[in-house]
């Protein structure tokens, strides 16, 4: 069959259709397996069209160099099948940040290769010919956005990492005086940079305002506190869809334009849903991250208050003698890898005939859905899992609330206290239950940086260690 434009036009719709039924898929649980498999097919479908337009185009210069496009495929295939299986559920947004700044730095390569070579691509029919104006537009956009994805990604990697100690990979913000005023000289001069590039200039200003462009994506995620990183993580994502969509206009490749839409478009609405849920604007989140300024307060607080600690027996006394059980979920558990111990723990008291529900914060761990995603992986039944909006007025009527490893989402301040920085953010109720009890590894705060009233009410008992041990104690305790 030959391969006409019209046949590669009807796949890439094909293709975009998947990709939309994995979007539609992944926004829930129950069906997220299915788009999943939706996402891989799109993906191969529009891999191999792209595959054979390049042979269909190229003629004998595109066969031969299709080995080097199928080498790329297969070194790329492993590295992601290796990396897959390796990669803890506690690693997963750093995974996600390093995948965001690969797709930036994709833009870019592609974008200095269309300057280099235009004749290449077909943008122009031979090297002796200027850009288009139409074309340096779109380049001007796909490379600069994909700098600035590559950038702040890899600043984002380090922040989520924790443990690197270059500064500017620290979770606290890192801010000095005239930032702002940077910023925007840069961004100016990066927008000057790109008119000169589309005027008719060409290598001087493009590589200036890509050098330009890396220093910004780093100077943009720098001064934003680790509590934020869940928008960044999706803000990320937005930014790569966007480059992707930017460099597939200068290709003129239709399923590289719909497929960046789709991502862009979904991140931004992610951010958006992400910033609502903290009860924050977009552009508070990138003027500044909260939490750097208010730690070390926090900190002495936390030294002159006291709290009401207890073992694992203790609390097993409390879960199996009460009739309605909340669970959330926070990063801690990821870190401690506790989320089959905490299915088997609630298996067990459910055999005691004791409801146990999980109340899941929109934006609990270090990216968006990462509770979800714990909770999958341990099989958890999704009728168990409760959005924050849906399980806030049972906090009330619950015997117990059980808070492992979370702290931001869970801090009353947010309600009492009208000059914390948290103040108006949404959080789980979980002081309403008529008893509580935290696990956390110590006194610390959390990545917001800021003291927790909870910790200190007379309903509250903390038991503290590592969450995984704790839970199999409580559960061996209660056998």
């Known amino acids: 069959m030959t391969l006409s434009m019209n046949l590669v036009t009807l796949l890439y719709l094909v293709a975009s259709v998947f990709f939309i039924q994995a979007l539609k898929g992944l926004s829930h649980p129950k069906s997220s397996r299915r788009g999943n498999l939706f996402g891989m097919l799109g993906m191969a479908l529009a891999v191999l069209t792209t595959v054979a337009l390049i042979v269909k185009i190229g003629g004998e210069a595109g066969a031969s160099g299709l080995v080097y496009v199928l080498l790329a495929l297969v070194v790329g295939a492993a590295i992601g099948s290796v990396m897959a299986q390796r990669v803890q559920m506690t690693k997963m947004p750093e995974l996600v940040a390093f995948m965001h700044s690969m797709i930036g730095l994709s833009a870019v390569c592609i974008a200095i290769a269309e300057v280099a070579e235009p004749h290449a691509f077909g943008i122009v029919p031979s090297a002796g010919m200027a850009l288009p ?16 994805t590559f950038s702040g990604s890899v600043i984002a990697f380090g922040k989520l990492s924790g443990k690197y100690k270059f500064r500017l990979f620290q979770g606290a913000p890192v801010r000095f005086a005239g930032q702002h005023a940077l910023n925007l000289v840069l961004a100016l001069a990066t927008l000057g940079l790109g008119l000169a590039f589309w005027y008719g200039a060409q290598w001087t200003p493009f590589l200036l305002m890509l050098a330009l462009a890396f220093v910004l994506g780093v100077l943009i995620i720098i001064p934003i506190g680790g509590a934020d990183m869940p928008v960044v993580v999706s803000m990320l994502n937005s930014y790569s869809g966007w480059a992707a969509a930017g460099i597939g206009f200068s290709l003129e490749n239709s399923m590289l334009i719909i497929a960046g839409s789709l991502v862009g478009s979904s991140g931004a609405i992610l951010s958006y849903i992400m910033c609502k849920a903290m009860n924050r604007s977009f552009f508070n989140v990138i003027l500044g991250g909260f939490g750097g300024e208010a730690a070390p307060a926090a900190a002495g607080a936390a030294e002159q208050r006291s709290v009401r600690s207890g073992s694992p027996d203790d609390a097993a006394f409390l879960l199996t003698n009460a009739e309605s059980v909340i669970i959330v979920p926070g990063y801690g558990l990821a ?43 341990a099989e958890v039944p999704y009728d168990q899992v409760f959005e924050m909006e849906d399980i806030n007025p049972e906090f009330a009527q619950a015997d117990v609330a059980v808070v492992l490893g979370a702290n931001d989402v869970v801090n009353p301040a947010a309600r009492t206290d009208p000059k914390s920085p948290i103040a108006g953010m949404p959080i789980l109720d979980a002081f309403k239950a008529k008893t509580v009890i935290v696990n956390k590894r110590s006194m610390a705060t959390g990545y917001a940086g800021l003291d927790n009233d909870l910790f200190y009410l007379d309903k509250t008992m903390m038991v503290f260690g590592d969450a995984k041990k704790v839970i199999e104690d409580i559960a061996k305790a209660i056998e």
């Open 133 to 148: 104006h139409g074309n340096r537009v779109e380049l001007f956009i796909g490379a600069i956005v994909g700098a600035i």
């Open 335 to 377: 870190v401690a890898r506790a989320q089959h111990a905490l299915k088997e723990l609630a298996q067990k008291l459910g055999e005691h005939g004791v409801s146990v529900k999980y109340a899941i914060h929109p934006v609990a761990g270090r990216m968006p859905g990462h509770m979800n995603v714990l909770l999958a992986e």
